[in-house]
């Protein structure tokens, strides 16, 4: 099974900061096969990236993925008060697989 | 616009089973995979397995394998999940998911469902 490790667990950032959320893969991922979700208490999940940096619908331009191979990087370049949540990586290139998640928490 | 819309929360005893259903509407359902994917109190998610809403073929995590059967009804384009043998292991929020990608039963998911909170409990 492919497993994920997303880091930090928690990140503490005020409004406007940078955040920079990181995902390795335990095996190569062919074509990037790599999704980004957000998920709010309470809440499903919502899609915001899939093919590692392509962003889904809807989603900010402040929200950017980038990375191949076994590491990717989910980036929010300015963090709006809406932003602050937990967030997933998902594995879909061999069966599918999800990151433990991290959290995104106001300082 | 497109939806996946669940049942209700479930209260269960251990040993029993539950069936959760899962109705897409706004797009056409048999061209699109549903996936279902469980979270337990204050943890991460965890994929269950994928039905083929066209044929009803099926695919489940290696953990569900014996215990868990996916279905679908085309005729009201809804979904079923049901999970038998339970225990306070299987407390979770059940979620549904339209698996949009491009290579069959392996893509990302969008939308998903409201989630149905399971509680198995005595």
């Known amino acids: 099974e492919i497993v994920l490790t997303q880091s930090p667990g928690t990140l503490s950032l005020s409004p406007g900061e940078r955040a920079t959320l990181s995902c390795r893969v335990s095996?190569?991922?062919?074509?990037?096969?790599l999704a980004w979700y957000q998920q709010k208490p309470g809440q499903a999940p919502r899609l915001l990236m899939y093919?590692?940096?392509t962003r889904a619908p809807g989603i900010p331009d402040r929200f950017s993925g980038s990375g191949s191979g076994t590491d990717f990087t989910l980036t929010i370049s300015r963090l709006e008060p809406e932003d602050f949540a937990v967030y997933y990586c998902q594995q879909y290139g061999t069966s599918q697989t999800f990151g433990q998640g991290t959290k995104v928490e106001i300082k | 616009q497109v939806q996946v819309v669940q049942s209700g929360a479930e209260v269960k005893k251990p040993g029993a089973s539950v069936k959760v259903s899962c109705k897409g509407s706004g797009y056409t359902f048999t061209d699109y995979y549903v996936h279902w994917v469980r979270q337990a109190p204050g943890q991460g998610l965890e994929w269950m397995g994928w039905v083929n809403p066209k044929k009803g073929n099926t695919n489940y995590a290696q953990k569900f394998q014996g215990r868990v059967t996916m279905t679908r009804d085309t005729s009201i384009t809804t979904a079923y999940m049901e999970l038998s043998r339970l225990t306070s292991d299987d407390t979770a929020v059940y979620y549904c998911?339209?698996?949009?990608?491009?290579?069959?039963?392996?893509?990302?998911?969008?939308?998903w469902g409201q989630g149905t909170l399971v509680t198995v409990s005595s």
């Open positions: 093919a590692a940096s």
């Open positions: 998911a339209r698996d949009v990608g491009t290579v069959v039963g392996s893509g990302w998911f969008d939308p």
């Open positions: 095996q190569r991922l062919s074509s990037s096969y």
